[in-house]
């Protein structure tokens, strides 16, 4: 592992330590909420992987990025 | 790390993520967020780290339009992904890895189906791994 995966791994970790109550699981296929009303999130995806959805003006979802 | 930072880089997001497998998400609010990235380093290394992967996986999109076959698209993708994730193993659907390259999901199975036989890549599931990625770095420099 590199210094920055090192640096990186360790500041993840921390965060979890810190926010412990904002650790959700979701299992496979779930919607993941992150802008809508009021509401804006950034999630920091800890074991498992997330497909991020780009809607269109047409309302098409296209997948724009995974993230591990 | 995904999710509503447009605010910070000023760059329009999508507004939701499927979780692919169980997956464990920390989902802070981005108030909070922009709060941690105001008052500690590693919160901005972190971000920047990821905008850096951001603009990695961008730049190979741009490739794609270089006009490469399918073939060299399907093999650079592989080893692009093994670098960034500086791992092995790809983690990804054939539909994604079309869409990522442009092209169709026959195209791909034939392609892994080649590197299967000659022993470069097995895949299972949605997982491929890599076997021997210094002769697939030498096949996509030899593909046109």
Same mark, same amino acid.
């Given at each position: 592992? =590199? $210094? ?6 360790? =500041? ?6 810190? +926010?412990?109550? +904002?650790? @959700? ?23 498992? *992987?997330?497909?991020? @959805?780009?809607? #269109?003006?047409?309302?098409?979802? %296209?997948?724009?990025?995974?993230? *591990? | 790390? +995904? ?19 169980? $997956? ?10 922009? %709060?941690?990235?105001?008052? *500690? ?32 698209? +399907?093999? #650079?993708?592989?080893? *692009? ?11 990804? =659907? ?12 026959? $195209?791909?199975?034939?392609?892994? @189906? =080649?590197?299967? !036989?000659?022993?470069?890549? !097995? ?11 210094? %002769? ?9």
């Amino acid at each position: 592992m =590199t $210094t920055t995966e090192e640096l990186i791994k360790k =500041t993840v970790d921390n965060l979890v330590k810190e +926010f412990p109550s +904002f650790l @959700k699981t979701f299992t496979k296929n779930q919607y993941i909420f992150y802008d809508f009303n009021d509401f804006h999130y950034v999630g920091i995806v800890i074991k498992g *992987r997330v497909i991020e @959805k780009l809607i #269109s003006k047409h309302g098409e979802e %296209k997948t724009y990025l995974n993230y *591990r | 790390m +995904f999710g509503n930072y447009k605010e910070i880089v000023k760059i329009s997001r999508s507004s939701f993520a499927i979780s692919h497998n169980t $997956t464990q998400i920390l989902l802070i609010p981005e108030k909070i967020f922009i %709060k941690l990235l105001e008052t *500690r380093e590693e919160i901005k290394i972190l971000l920047y780290h990821q905008l850096l992967i951001n603009v990695n996986k961008l730049g190979h999109k741009f490739e794609v339009l270089n006009f490469e076959s399918a073939n060299k698209r +399907f093999v #650079s993708y592989l080893i *692009r992904m093994s670098d960034i994730y500086n791992s092995t193993i790809i983690n990804a =659907t054939v539909e994604e890895i079309g869409q990522n390259i442009s092209t169709t999901r026959q $195209t791909i199975h034939k392609m892994i @189906k =080649t590197l299967t !036989e000659i022993n470069l890549i !097995e895949k299972k599931y949605s997982k491929i791994r890599i076997l021997d990625k210094e %002769k697939l770095i030498t096949l996509r420099d030899n593909l046109n």
